[in-house]
Structures are given as structure tokens and as C-alpha cells.
């Protein structure tokens, strides 16, 4: 008898085109839940992105615990692990108006007295929310 390992990246690669029987046995292995075709059902931790994404789950000590980098560069860097893993690989391209994209716009307003928030998108839906006016 010899023994077949399979990394987790390669187990998802080849349970998309497996028979149903070797899924079966890949879901035996991992879990259904493992195979599920929602991102969001197998990003539970930050733990969960830096295996999605390839790289060490130890990664995450070594960026909280870098001293040459201020607090809000440190969770930069995981909110980007954490924006690539839930993107499941996607990237926008910035050239390409016509893909569409979410971005955050602050305008100010004078009859509002502050800022005024507003989360858009190429296709012009979105949410808005005007901050208070700060005194």
C-alpha cells in the first residue's frame, strides 16, 4: 500500500474536476465544508486566509509582531491577505473602466457641515451616510 498526501491548494484544484467517488473520499479527507463553493464558509480566521492564500498561518505573528512598522501598517497588511483571500485570486484592473469596481469617496458638504460618505461603484449604486458635524 503506499500513501497519497495532498496539500490543501492542490486537494481544492483537483476536487473541481474529480470523479464522484474521489470527491467523496477528498470530503472524507477534508470535510464537505472544506470543498464548499462559497469563500465565506471556509474564511472563518485569519488562520483560514493565509492557508487559502498559500502561505504560513505563522505569518501573522511575524507582521504583529515586526517592530519596524506602526500599528495601522500591521493590519494593512493583514486586511490585504484577508481582501486577496476573499477575492479568491481576483485583482480589479484599475485600466479597465469597464469592470466594475467598489471604492470609498469622501466629499465634504457645507449644507451638511462635515464629510459625506458614500460607497460607489461603476455601475452608480451604492450606500451613503453623512457624519455629524464635528464642532
Known amino acids: 500500500m503506499k500513501t497519497l498526501q495532498i496539500d490543501e491548494k ?3 484544484a483537483l476536487y473541481k474536476g474529480a470523479s ?3 470527491k467523496a473520499t477528498l470530503e472524507d479527507t477534508f470535510g464537505k465544508e472544506f470543498f464548499s463553493g462559497n469563500i465565506t464558509d ?3 480566521t485569519l488562520d483560514d486566509v493565509f492557508i487559502e492564500n498559500g ?3 505563522e505569518e501573522i505573528t511575524a507582521i504583529l509582531e515586526n517592530s519596524d512598522l506602526e500599528e495601522d ?3 494593512y497588511k493583514i486586511l490585504k491577505h484577508i481582501t ?3 477575492n479568491e485570486g481576483w485583482e480589479p ?3 479597465d473602466s469597464s469592470q466594475g469596481k467598489y471604492y470609498p469617496w469622501l466629499e465634504f458638504s457645507r449644507s451638511a457641515s ?3 460618505f458614500s460607497i460607489t461603484s461603476f455601475y452608480a449604486y451604492g450606500y451613503d451616510y453623512r457624519l455629524p458635524a464635528l464642532l
Open 42 to 44: 471556509r474564511i472563518k
Open 73 to 75: 501598517e500591521k493590519y
Open 20 to 22: 464522484k467517488e474521489f
Open 93 to 95: 484592473d484599475w485600466a
Open 114 to 116: 462635515g464629510f459625506f
Open 10 to 12: 492542490n486537494a481544492r
Open 84 to 86: 486577496r483571500a476573499l
Open 55 to 57: 502561505r504560513d498561518p
